[in-house]
Protein backbone atom coordinates (compact mmCIF):
# COMPACT_ATOMS: atom_id res chain seq x y z
CA UNK A 1 0.00 0.00 0.00
CA UNK A 2 1.33 3.52 -0.96
CA UNK A 3 2.83 5.32 2.45
CA UNK A 4 0.90 8.87 0.75
CA UNK A 5 -2.68 7.45 0.76
CA UNK A 6 -4.94 8.51 2.92
CA UNK A 7 -6.78 6.71 4.88
CA UNK A 8 -10.95 6.33 4.00
CA UNK A 9 -12.76 6.21 7.84
CA UNK A 10 -15.56 3.27 7.22
CA UNK A 11 -18.43 5.75 7.30
CA UNK A 12 -16.51 8.30 4.48
CA UNK A 13 -19.75 7.94 2.12
CA UNK A 14 -22.02 9.15 5.22
CA UNK A 15 -19.62 11.66 5.98
CA UNK A 16 -19.86 13.35 2.73
CA UNK A 17 -16.83 12.30 0.63
CA UNK A 18 -17.73 10.29 -2.34
CA UNK A 19 -14.77 8.68 -4.22
CA UNK A 20 -14.87 8.99 -7.98
CA UNK A 21 -12.13 6.44 -9.04
CA UNK A 22 -9.73 5.41 -11.51
CA UNK A 23 -8.86 2.37 -10.43
CA UNK A 24 -11.06 -0.86 -9.98
CA UNK A 25 -11.77 -1.32 -6.34
CA UNK A 26 -14.94 0.89 -5.80
CA UNK A 27 -18.29 -0.07 -4.25
CA UNK A 28 -21.34 0.17 -5.91
CA UNK A 29 -22.41 3.36 -3.98
CA UNK A 30 -19.05 4.79 -4.92
CA UNK A 31 -20.15 7.74 -7.87
CA UNK A 32 -18.70 7.07 -10.62
CA UNK A 33 -15.58 9.48 -12.26
CA UNK A 34 -16.34 11.74 -15.51
CA UNK A 35 -12.81 11.16 -16.48
CA UNK A 36 -12.53 9.17 -19.10
CA UNK A 37 -9.14 7.45 -17.17
CA UNK A 38 -11.08 7.12 -14.08
CA UNK A 39 -14.06 5.09 -15.52
CA UNK A 40 -13.20 1.89 -13.98
CA UNK A 41 -15.45 2.57 -11.09
CA UNK A 42 -17.65 -0.67 -10.27
CA UNK A 43 -15.17 -3.31 -11.80
CA UNK A 44 -14.40 -4.64 -8.56
CA UNK A 45 -17.92 -5.81 -7.01
CA UNK A 46 -18.62 -6.45 -10.50
CA UNK A 47 -15.94 -9.54 -10.68
CA UNK A 48 -17.94 -11.55 -7.99
CA UNK A 49 -20.70 -11.79 -10.28
CA UNK A 50 -18.59 -13.28 -13.15
CA UNK A 51 -19.51 -17.23 -11.86
CA UNK A 52 -15.62 -17.69 -9.63
CA UNK A 53 -12.29 -17.50 -10.34
CA UNK A 54 -11.83 -18.50 -14.49
CA UNK A 55 -14.87 -15.95 -15.54
CA UNK A 56 -12.99 -13.45 -13.09
CA UNK A 57 -9.72 -14.66 -15.22
CA UNK A 58 -11.43 -14.56 -18.53
CA UNK A 59 -12.52 -11.55 -18.63
CA UNK A 60 -9.61 -9.20 -16.69
CA UNK A 61 -8.15 -11.00 -20.34
CA UNK A 62 -9.95 -9.94 -22.67
CA UNK A 63 -9.94 -6.20 -21.06
CA UNK A 64 -6.56 -6.28 -21.42
CA UNK A 65 -6.46 -7.25 -24.61
CA UNK A 66 -9.22 -4.32 -25.50
CA UNK A 67 -7.00 -1.61 -24.11
CA UNK A 68 -3.63 -3.01 -25.84
CA UNK A 69 -5.22 -2.94 -28.89
CA UNK A 70 -6.80 0.51 -28.88
CA UNK A 71 -3.45 2.01 -27.46
CA UNK A 72 -1.54 0.35 -29.75
CA UNK A 73 -3.90 1.70 -32.55
CA UNK A 74 -4.21 5.12 -31.39
CA UNK A 75 -0.32 5.76 -30.76
CA UNK A 76 0.70 4.21 -34.52
CA UNK A 77 -2.23 6.00 -36.37
CA UNK A 78 -1.57 9.49 -34.19
CA UNK A 79 1.90 9.05 -34.97
CA UNK A 80 1.62 8.62 -38.27
CA UNK A 81 -0.28 11.14 -38.88
CA UNK A 82 1.89 13.69 -37.16
CA UNK A 83 4.92 12.52 -39.25
CA UNK A 84 2.84 13.21 -42.50
CA UNK A 85 1.93 16.82 -41.60
CA UNK A 86 5.47 17.37 -40.14
CA UNK A 87 7.45 15.85 -43.12
CA UNK A 88 5.60 17.35 -46.26
CA UNK A 89 5.74 21.08 -46.26
CA UNK A 90 2.67 20.50 -48.47
CA UNK A 91 0.99 19.59 -45.73
CA UNK A 92 1.59 22.56 -43.58
CA UNK A 93 -2.26 23.65 -44.43
CA UNK A 94 -4.38 25.34 -41.94
CA UNK A 95 -6.94 22.49 -41.83
CA UNK A 96 -4.25 19.72 -41.36
CA UNK A 97 -2.40 21.86 -38.32
CA UNK A 98 -5.79 21.69 -36.45
CA UNK A 99 -5.59 17.88 -37.70
CA UNK A 100 -1.87 18.00 -36.36
CA UNK A 101 -3.08 19.14 -32.43
CA UNK A 102 -5.99 16.59 -32.50
CA UNK A 103 -3.11 13.98 -33.47
CA UNK A 104 -1.50 15.48 -30.56
CA UNK A 105 -3.70 15.12 -28.08
CA UNK A 106 -4.96 12.07 -28.80
CA UNK A 107 -1.29 10.67 -28.98
CA UNK A 108 -1.25 12.17 -25.13
CA UNK A 109 -5.04 10.51 -24.52
CA UNK A 110 -3.49 7.46 -25.38
CA UNK A 111 -0.92 7.21 -22.94
CA UNK A 112 -3.24 7.14 -19.70
CA UNK A 113 -4.20 3.64 -21.20
CA UNK A 114 -1.72 1.76 -19.31
CA UNK A 115 -2.16 3.10 -15.90
CA UNK A 116 -5.65 2.67 -16.03
CA UNK A 117 -5.24 -1.17 -17.63
CA UNK A 118 -2.70 -2.08 -14.82
CA UNK A 119 -4.93 -0.73 -12.25
CA UNK A 120 -8.06 -2.87 -13.47
CA UNK A 121 -5.40 -5.83 -13.43
CA UNK A 122 -4.16 -5.36 -9.73
CA UNK A 123 -7.30 -4.04 -8.54
CA UNK A 124 -4.91 -1.82 -6.66
CA UNK A 125 -3.15 1.67 -7.95
CA UNK A 126 0.76 1.38 -7.56
CA UNK A 127 1.77 4.42 -8.77
CA UNK A 128 1.67 7.14 -5.70
CA UNK A 129 -0.28 10.09 -5.00
CA UNK A 130 1.72 12.50 -7.78
CA UNK A 131 1.52 10.05 -10.25
CA UNK A 132 -2.16 9.54 -9.55
CA UNK A 133 -2.73 13.55 -10.00
CA UNK A 134 -0.46 13.56 -13.00
CA UNK A 135 -2.08 10.65 -14.89
CA UNK A 136 -5.79 12.11 -13.92
CA UNK A 137 -4.93 15.90 -14.77
CA UNK A 138 -3.46 14.74 -18.34
CA UNK A 139 -6.07 12.28 -19.42
CA UNK A 140 -8.84 15.28 -18.52
CA UNK A 141 -6.82 17.84 -20.07
CA UNK A 142 -6.54 15.53 -23.19
CA UNK A 143 -10.16 14.62 -23.19
CA UNK A 144 -10.89 18.15 -23.30
CA UNK A 145 -8.45 19.12 -25.87
CA UNK A 146 -9.90 16.64 -28.27
CA UNK A 147 -13.30 17.70 -28.22
CA UNK A 148 -12.10 21.46 -28.43
CA UNK A 149 -10.00 20.73 -31.62
CA UNK A 150 -13.35 18.93 -33.19
CA UNK A 151 -15.18 22.02 -32.83
CA UNK A 152 -12.66 24.11 -33.93
CA UNK A 153 -12.32 21.33 -36.91
CA UNK A 154 -16.06 22.01 -37.69
CA UNK A 155 -16.00 25.88 -37.52
CA UNK A 156 -13.07 25.77 -40.10
CA UNK A 157 -15.00 23.99 -42.63
CA UNK A 158 -17.54 26.38 -41.90
CA UNK A 159 -15.89 29.24 -42.80
CA UNK A 160 -13.98 27.25 -45.69
CA UNK A 161 -17.22 26.64 -47.31
CA UNK A 162 -20.05 29.16 -46.47
CA UNK A 163 -17.70 32.22 -45.83
CA UNK A 164 -14.67 31.41 -48.79
CA UNK A 165 -13.52 34.83 -48.93
CA UNK A 166 -13.28 35.07 -45.45
CA UNK A 167 -10.71 32.07 -45.52
CA UNK A 168 -8.47 33.84 -47.22
CA UNK A 169 -7.39 35.89 -44.32
CA UNK A 170 -8.42 33.22 -41.30
CA UNK A 171 -7.52 30.18 -42.34
CA UNK A 172 -3.72 30.32 -42.53
CA UNK A 173 -1.19 27.96 -40.25
CA UNK A 174 0.07 31.14 -38.64
CA UNK A 175 -3.95 31.88 -37.26
CA UNK A 176 -4.58 28.29 -36.84
CA UNK A 177 -1.43 27.31 -34.67
CA UNK A 178 -2.47 30.64 -32.46
CA UNK A 179 -6.05 29.04 -32.11
CA UNK A 180 -4.34 26.18 -31.26
CA UNK A 181 -2.67 27.79 -28.05
CA UNK A 182 -5.71 28.99 -27.50
CA UNK A 183 -7.24 25.66 -27.26
CA UNK A 184 -5.03 24.32 -25.18
CA UNK A 185 -5.24 27.38 -22.66
CA UNK A 186 -9.20 26.88 -22.95
CA UNK A 187 -8.60 23.07 -21.57
CA UNK A 188 -6.10 23.89 -18.97
CA UNK A 189 -8.74 26.17 -17.43
CA UNK A 190 -11.63 23.91 -18.14
CA UNK A 191 -9.86 20.26 -16.30
CA UNK A 192 -8.20 22.62 -14.14
CA UNK A 193 -10.14 21.12 -10.91
CA UNK A 194 -8.73 17.32 -11.72
CA UNK A 195 -5.56 18.04 -10.66
CA UNK A 196 -6.84 20.19 -7.21
CA UNK A 197 -9.09 17.29 -6.21
CA UNK A 198 -7.38 14.05 -7.33
CA UNK A 199 -5.54 11.78 -4.44
CA UNK A 200 -4.99 8.38 -3.46
CA UNK A 201 -6.92 6.99 -0.96
CA UNK A 202 -6.92 3.14 0.85
CA UNK A 203 -9.93 1.58 0.00
CA UNK A 204 -12.43 0.35 2.71
CA UNK A 205 -11.36 -2.33 3.38
CA UNK A 206 -7.81 -0.89 3.56
CA UNK A 207 -6.71 -3.81 1.71
CA UNK A 208 -5.82 -1.62 -1.51
CA UNK A 209 -4.94 1.92 -2.86
CA UNK A 210 -7.37 4.08 -5.38
CA UNK A 211 -6.76 7.02 -7.21
CA UNK A 212 -9.29 9.35 -6.90
CA UNK A 213 -11.17 12.95 -7.45
CA UNK A 214 -11.94 13.38 -3.58
CA UNK A 215 -14.64 16.02 -3.38
CA UNK A 216 -15.83 18.00 -0.01
CA UNK A 217 -19.47 16.78 -0.59
CA UNK A 218 -21.61 15.02 -2.62
CA UNK A 219 -23.01 17.95 -4.58
CA UNK A 220 -19.52 18.91 -5.81
CA UNK A 221 -19.19 15.29 -6.86
CA UNK A 222 -22.98 16.11 -8.72
CA UNK A 223 -21.53 19.25 -10.28
CA UNK A 224 -18.91 18.05 -11.97
CA UNK A 225 -20.74 15.60 -13.70
CA UNK A 226 -22.97 17.76 -15.31
CA UNK A 227 -19.89 20.59 -15.99
CA UNK A 228 -18.07 18.48 -17.82
CA UNK A 229 -20.83 16.82 -19.76
CA UNK A 230 -21.82 20.72 -20.55
CA UNK A 231 -18.14 21.41 -21.84
CA UNK A 232 -16.60 18.13 -22.76
CA UNK A 233 -19.79 16.73 -25.17
CA UNK A 234 -23.30 18.55 -25.28
CA UNK A 235 -22.20 22.14 -26.20
CA UNK A 236 -19.40 21.01 -28.75
CA UNK A 237 -21.94 18.39 -30.12
CA UNK A 238 -24.25 21.20 -31.00
CA UNK A 239 -21.93 23.55 -32.22
CA UNK A 240 -20.16 20.80 -34.79
CA UNK A 241 -23.92 20.23 -35.90
CA UNK A 242 -25.23 23.86 -36.50
CA UNK A 243 -21.68 24.34 -38.59
CA UNK A 244 -21.89 20.99 -40.51
CA UNK A 245 -26.34 22.05 -40.98
CA UNK A 246 -25.02 25.42 -42.15
CA UNK A 247 -22.56 24.01 -44.90
CA UNK A 248 -25.22 21.81 -46.06
CA UNK A 249 -27.68 24.33 -46.25
CA UNK A 250 -24.92 26.63 -48.02
CA UNK A 251 -23.78 23.55 -50.84
CA UNK A 252 -27.31 23.06 -51.64
CA UNK A 253 -28.08 26.81 -52.19
CA UNK A 254 -24.82 27.21 -54.24
CA UNK A 255 -25.63 23.81 -56.25
CA UNK A 256 -29.25 24.91 -57.35
CA UNK A 257 -28.30 28.76 -58.09
CA UNK A 258 -25.66 27.65 -60.41
CA UNK A 259 -26.20 24.20 -61.79
CA UNK A 260 -23.10 22.93 -60.31
CA UNK A 261 -22.31 19.96 -62.65
CA UNK A 262 -20.26 17.77 -59.70
CA UNK A 263 -23.56 18.31 -57.44
CA UNK A 264 -24.16 14.65 -56.98
CA UNK A 265 -20.60 13.64 -56.09
CA UNK A 266 -19.96 16.63 -53.83
CA UNK A 267 -22.82 16.31 -51.75
CA UNK A 268 -22.36 12.71 -51.21
CA UNK A 269 -18.92 13.59 -50.17
CA UNK A 270 -20.24 16.26 -47.81
CA UNK A 271 -22.99 14.20 -46.63
CA UNK A 272 -20.61 11.11 -45.91
CA UNK A 273 -18.19 12.92 -44.05
CA UNK A 274 -20.78 15.03 -41.51
CA UNK A 275 -21.83 11.67 -40.92
CA UNK A 276 -18.53 10.05 -40.52
CA UNK A 277 -17.43 13.56 -38.18
CA UNK A 278 -20.18 13.85 -36.08
CA UNK A 279 -21.71 9.86 -35.77
CA UNK A 280 -18.15 8.78 -34.69
CA UNK A 281 -18.19 11.09 -31.89
CA UNK A 282 -21.49 11.27 -30.58
CA UNK A 283 -21.29 6.81 -31.03
CA UNK A 284 -17.97 6.71 -28.73
CA UNK A 285 -18.87 9.89 -26.23
CA UNK A 286 -22.46 9.53 -25.23
CA UNK A 287 -22.57 6.05 -24.10
CA UNK A 288 -19.92 7.51 -21.51
CA UNK A 289 -21.52 10.70 -20.34
CA UNK A 290 -24.72 8.72 -20.39
CA UNK A 291 -23.37 6.23 -17.90
CA UNK A 292 -22.17 8.88 -15.65
CA UNK A 293 -25.55 10.62 -15.41
CA UNK A 294 -27.55 7.21 -14.77
CA UNK A 295 -24.85 6.43 -12.16
CA UNK A 296 -25.09 9.81 -10.93
CA UNK A 297 -29.08 9.74 -10.96
CA UNK A 298 -29.41 5.98 -10.03
CA UNK A 299 -26.11 5.02 -8.20
CA UNK A 300 -24.71 1.30 -8.05
CA UNK A 301 -27.88 0.33 -10.56
CA UNK A 302 -25.39 -0.52 -13.91
CA UNK A 303 -23.57 -3.58 -14.46
CA UNK A 304 -19.58 -2.97 -14.28
CA UNK A 305 -19.19 -4.44 -17.39
CA UNK A 306 -21.49 -1.47 -19.10
CA UNK A 307 -19.11 0.82 -17.01
CA UNK A 308 -16.21 -0.70 -18.50
CA UNK A 309 -17.42 -0.88 -21.84
CA UNK A 310 -18.52 3.10 -22.29
CA UNK A 311 -14.64 3.83 -20.79
CA UNK A 312 -13.18 1.58 -23.50
CA UNK A 313 -15.69 2.92 -26.50
CA UNK A 314 -14.73 6.90 -25.75
CA UNK A 315 -10.78 5.83 -25.91
CA UNK A 316 -11.57 3.98 -28.93
CA UNK A 317 -12.15 7.16 -30.46
CA UNK A 318 -8.86 8.82 -30.40
CA UNK A 319 -8.27 5.37 -32.88
CA UNK A 320 -10.71 6.50 -35.13
CA UNK A 321 -9.89 10.05 -35.58
CA UNK A 322 -6.61 9.55 -37.65
CA UNK A 323 -8.98 7.04 -40.29
CA UNK A 324 -11.76 9.22 -40.25
CA UNK A 325 -9.21 12.87 -40.62
CA UNK A 326 -6.81 10.86 -42.49
CA UNK A 327 -7.76 8.56 -44.61
CA UNK A 328 -10.87 10.49 -46.11
CA UNK A 329 -7.96 12.89 -47.56
CA UNK A 330 -6.27 12.23 -51.16
CA UNK A 331 -3.43 14.29 -49.52
CA UNK A 332 -3.21 11.77 -46.11
CA UNK A 333 -3.68 8.87 -48.04
CA UNK A 334 -0.96 9.21 -50.80
CA UNK A 335 1.15 10.26 -47.78
CA UNK A 336 0.49 7.47 -45.44
CA UNK A 337 1.67 5.15 -48.94
CA UNK A 338 4.30 6.70 -49.94
CA UNK A 339 5.67 6.47 -46.07
CA UNK A 340 4.15 2.65 -45.30
CA UNK A 341 5.82 1.60 -48.75
CA UNK A 342 8.69 3.05 -48.06
CA UNK A 343 8.94 1.31 -44.58
CA UNK A 344 8.35 -1.79 -46.36
CA UNK A 345 11.30 -1.62 -48.65
CA UNK A 346 13.72 -0.40 -46.47
CA UNK A 347 12.41 -1.66 -43.05
CA UNK A 348 13.79 2.02 -42.23
CA UNK A 349 11.19 5.33 -41.96
CA UNK A 350 13.80 7.19 -44.25
CA UNK A 351 12.21 9.64 -46.63
CA UNK A 352 14.35 11.01 -49.21
CA UNK A 353 13.36 14.68 -50.23
CA UNK A 354 12.94 13.82 -54.00
CA UNK A 355 10.49 10.74 -53.37
CA UNK A 356 8.43 13.22 -50.54
CA UNK A 357 7.99 16.24 -53.78
CA UNK A 358 7.23 13.07 -55.97
CA UNK A 359 4.36 12.24 -53.85
CA UNK A 360 3.35 16.41 -52.58
CA UNK A 361 2.86 16.33 -56.76
CA UNK A 362 -0.11 14.08 -56.40
CA UNK A 363 -2.06 16.42 -54.03
CA UNK A 364 -5.36 17.09 -54.78
CA UNK A 365 -7.32 20.20 -53.95
CA UNK A 366 -10.29 20.49 -51.18
CA UNK A 367 -13.20 20.01 -53.46
CA UNK A 368 -15.56 21.63 -50.98
CA UNK A 369 -14.18 25.06 -50.66
CA UNK A 370 -14.31 27.88 -53.43
CA UNK A 371 -12.05 30.15 -54.54
CA UNK A 372 -11.07 32.74 -52.00
CA UNK A 373 -10.13 35.01 -53.92
CA UNK A 374 -11.39 36.64 -57.02
CA UNK A 375 -10.18 35.81 -60.36
CA UNK A 376 -8.89 38.67 -62.72
CA UNK A 377 -5.58 40.57 -62.78
CA UNK A 378 -2.64 40.56 -60.04
CA UNK A 379 -4.43 42.94 -58.18
CA UNK A 380 -7.25 40.45 -57.55
CA UNK A 381 -10.06 42.64 -59.36
CA UNK A 382 -12.55 41.51 -61.81
CA UNK A 383 -15.00 38.86 -61.97
CA UNK A 384 -15.38 36.59 -59.14
CA UNK A 385 -15.00 32.97 -59.25
CA UNK A 386 -18.40 30.83 -59.58
CA UNK A 387 -18.47 28.04 -56.05
CA UNK A 388 -16.50 25.45 -58.31
CA UNK A 389 -13.78 23.19 -57.62
CA UNK A 390 -10.54 25.01 -58.44
CA UNK A 391 -8.85 21.46 -59.18
CA UNK A 392 -6.07 21.37 -61.83
CA UNK A 393 -6.47 18.14 -63.90
CA UNK A 394 -2.96 16.87 -66.12
CA UNK A 395 -5.78 16.84 -68.96
CA UNK A 396 -6.24 20.13 -68.80
CA UNK A 397 -3.84 23.27 -69.59
CA UNK A 398 -5.37 25.76 -66.85
CA UNK A 399 -7.50 25.39 -64.03
CA UNK A 400 -11.39 26.03 -63.86
CA UNK A 401 -10.35 29.28 -62.10
CA UNK A 402 -7.02 30.77 -61.77
CA UNK A 403 -7.26 31.51 -58.09
CA UNK A 404 -5.74 35.50 -56.75
CA UNK A 405 -3.10 36.08 -54.30
CA UNK A 406 -5.47 35.43 -51.56
CA UNK A 407 -6.10 31.88 -52.12
CA UNK A 408 -5.58 29.81 -49.16
CA UNK A 409 -4.97 26.08 -50.24
CA UNK A 410 -6.67 23.65 -48.26
CA UNK A 411 -6.85 19.73 -47.39
CA UNK A 412 -9.76 17.16 -47.77
CA UNK A 413 -11.02 16.66 -44.16
Not at 220 to 228: E, L, P
Not at 355 to 371: K, R, S, T, V
Amino acid sequence: MSADAEQLPAGAQVAGVPLWTVSSWAASEVPPNTSAAAGEAGWHQGQAEWGGKAGEIAGMVVIQCIYALVCLLGLLGNSLVIFVILRYAKMKTATNIYLLNLAIADELFMLSIPFVATSAALHHWPFGRALCRTVLGVDGLNMFTSVFCLTVLSLDRYIAVVHPLWAATYRRPRVAKMVNGGVWLLSLLVASPIPVFAGTATTRDGQAVACNLLWPSPAWSAAFVVYTTLLGFLLPVLAMGLCYLLIVGKMQAVAQRVGWQQRRRSEGKLTRLVLMVVAMFVVCWMPFYVVQLVNLLLPGRLDATINNASLILSYSNSCANPILYGFLSENFRHSFHGVLRRCLDTSLCCCHAREGAAEEEEEEEEPLDYCAAPRGDDKGKGCMCPPLSCQQEPVHPEPCCKPGPLLTKTTTF
